[in-house]
């Protein structure tokens, strides 16, 4: 080879590897061409640049705030996203400006909410989720002692100190496994009158006495560190601090969007082979529906059983999706409602290596159906169990993967680390699920023994522990359904909680629930559970096929 031909090609795999990776940083401008001197300012941006190039973004470290979701549709397919350094896409706005009110509280007026633009029900510190003014403080909860006939008047054990009309305050009501988040139109003493009837009327998840409950969003009860109240009306957020605190020399951070990512294909046409490597994605809100939050299960909400019912949304959410990958420490954070969701269509994506912490509702949803064609249910009720209307829809193959999953279930404490329902062949292998208040992972939803499209899941070599550490019936694992070929086999679950306030259900290391059959149990090793190690309600051990199991409590 000469050297006139050597230069030239080494001229052409330069100008190849110009033309097919793009950078982007805070600091950059839109207007520039978008190399490593001249970057992009912003993803989206980039994402037009890289647009059917195979290319490569590299973002730069910083934080990307955006203004909208990113949407990449089948035309966005074969693009690499990765970081150089700590990149973090926010759906957030930074707070600053704060004024001392006197004492240990602060406030900021923001005037998109005085103007009716912004409202946030989530507030971050140093990375950290701040609790809203809540009565009574801490993780303190009151008994319920009468409800009346229509669900609305909520007696508590104790006087409420303040008045309650007005401020946008929330009822929160733990019931067995899920709970209900009730806007308060009014109180009077120990009485809360919600402005609808709490609870999923029809069914046992309504506020009853005995259960307890809190309440959450009035400024009154903004009285201990960490504590703040947005007001809609003046749009004035006040915030309390330790002594000597200021808050201006933290980081605090709203959500703005509900939305980060969506990748959205078309049954003819999916996104194929889109990766984020390294990348972190923070700061959802989820506004709370005027008819509340009356949870049914994992993440599942509805008015009544006679009623359409309603899946709390991802931050990332996925649909007609293929081999698009989440990997090499994606961290999912912070978020109203749930981290990373595969809808209809979704085959062969992986999520592997990432963490997803303090996450609102649930971490990974395999088989999510917000915006489904479903058909109709045998069940009923309404949608709840619901399958797909169409065989192509039913997300297959999908990999869940060597990923750390904390905190979950941080506002819908009904939650779980991993769901997985409706969806053929999903892996869920070597993640490490724990400090949950609910259940760790979940399969199945169809509460019979009759077929559905949910088969062939592999939950293997997990780690779940420290689940169960507020509601109750539920487990490390939890199925449901006929789901044939599932396998639960050499995962490790220990310390499965009681709350002090838990109501009669069991907590297990495997709860095996209604209809739940089709499943080989192996080597799974489970120890310092509440309560036994297994459990069965309305199937039975012969329904399941089982191999050299470790459990401590028969
Ligand atoms: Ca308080």
């Not at 990449?72 to 074969?78: A, I, K």
């Not at 999923?200 to 969003?217: I, S, T």
């Not at 972190?280 to 993440?299: C, D, K, N, R, S």
């Not at 044939?484 to 909680?497: C, F, L, M, S």
Request: hydrophobic share 35%; proline share 5%.
């Amino acid at each position: 080879m000469t050297n006139a031909i050597a230069a030239t090609i080494l001229l052409i795999q330069s100008l190849a590897l110009a033309q097919t990776t793009f950078y982007v940083s805070p600091a950059g401008s839109d207007d520039a061409n978008g190399s490593e001197s001249a970057p992009f300012a912003t993803i989206a941006r980039a994402q037009k640049a890289a647009r059917g190039t195979n290319a490569k973004v590299i973002l730069g470290a910083g934080t990307y705030w955006l203004d909208e979701p990113l949407r990449f549709g089948p035309e966005d397919s074969n693009v690499v996203y990765q970081s150089r350094g700590d990149a973090i896409v926010s759906g957030g706005r930074l707070i600053s400006g704060w004024q001392n009110a006197g004492g240990s509280k602060w406030t900021v007026t923001l005037p998109q909410v005085r103007d009716g633009t912004w409202y946030f029900r989530q507030l971050f510190m140093d990375g950290n989720r701040l609790p809203r003014g809540r009565f009574p403080n801490g993780d303190g909860l009151l008994k319920i002692n009468a409800v009346s006939e229509d669900l609305r008047d909520i007696t508590l054990a104790e006087p409420i100190p303040a008045q309650l009309a007005g401020k946008n305050a929330e009822l929160v009501v733990y019931h067995e496994w899920s709970i209900s988040r009730a806007p308060v139109e009014s109180s009077e003493g120990p009485r809360v009158r919600s402005t609808v009837p709490v609870g999923w009327g029809g069914h046992a998840l309504v506020a009853r006495p005995g259960k307890v409950a809190y309440l959450e969003n009035a400024p009154e009860f903004v009285d201990q560190p960490g504590e703040w109240h947005l007001d809609k009306t003046t749009g004035v957020l006040t915030l309390m601090l330790a002594e000597s605190d200021d808050p201006n020399t933290h980081e605090l951070i709203a959500p703005k969007l509900e939305q980060l990512i969506i990748i959205e294909g078309r049954p003819d046409a999916k996104v194929t082979g889109l990766r984020f490597w390294r990348i972190a994605f923070q700061h959802t809100e989820w506004p709370l529906p005027p008819f509340g939050y009356m949870g049914i299960q994992a993440g599942h909400y509805g008015t009544s059983i006679k009623e359409k019912t309603y899946v709390l949304p991802g931050a990332i959410e996925l649909s007609y999706a293929a081999h698009c990958i989440f990997e090499l420490g994606c961290r999912v954070q912070h978020t109203g409602a749930c981290g990373i969701v595969l809808g209809a269509g979704c085959s062969n994506n992986m999520i592997e290596t990432c963490s997803l912490s303090d996450i609102g509702g649930n971490a990974i949803m395999v088989g999510w159906r917000g915006k489904a064609k479903l058909a109709d249910s045998t069940v009923g009720d309404i949608h709840l169990a619901a399958d797909w209307a169409d065989p192509v829809d039913v997300p297959s193959r999908n990999y869940i993967t060597c990923n750390t999953i904390e905190r979950a279930a941080a506002v819908d404490l009904g939650c779980v680390g991993i769901f997985d329902a409706f969806s053929s062949g999903t892996i869920i292998g070597s993640n490490h699920v724990y400090d949950l208040p609910y259940t760790g992972i979940s399969v199945g939803f169809r509460w019979s023994l009759e077929p559905t499209s949910q088969r062939g899941c592999q939950v293997h070599n997990n780690h779940i522990h420290d689940c169960m550490k507020v509601l109750s019936d539920g487990g490390g694992i939890y199925t449901l359904g006929y789901q044939p070929g599932t396998i639960i086999e050499k995962n490790e679950i220990h310390d499965i909680h009681r709350s002090w306030h838990a109501l009669q259900a069991p907590n297990n290391g495997i709860f095996f629930d209604q209809g739940s059959s089709g499943i080989h149990v192996e080597s799974n090793k489970i120890y310092r559970t509440a309560e036994s190690s297994i459990r069965f309600n309305q199937t039975t051990k012969e329904n399941m096929t089982w191999k050299n199991n470790q459990f401590e409590k028969e």
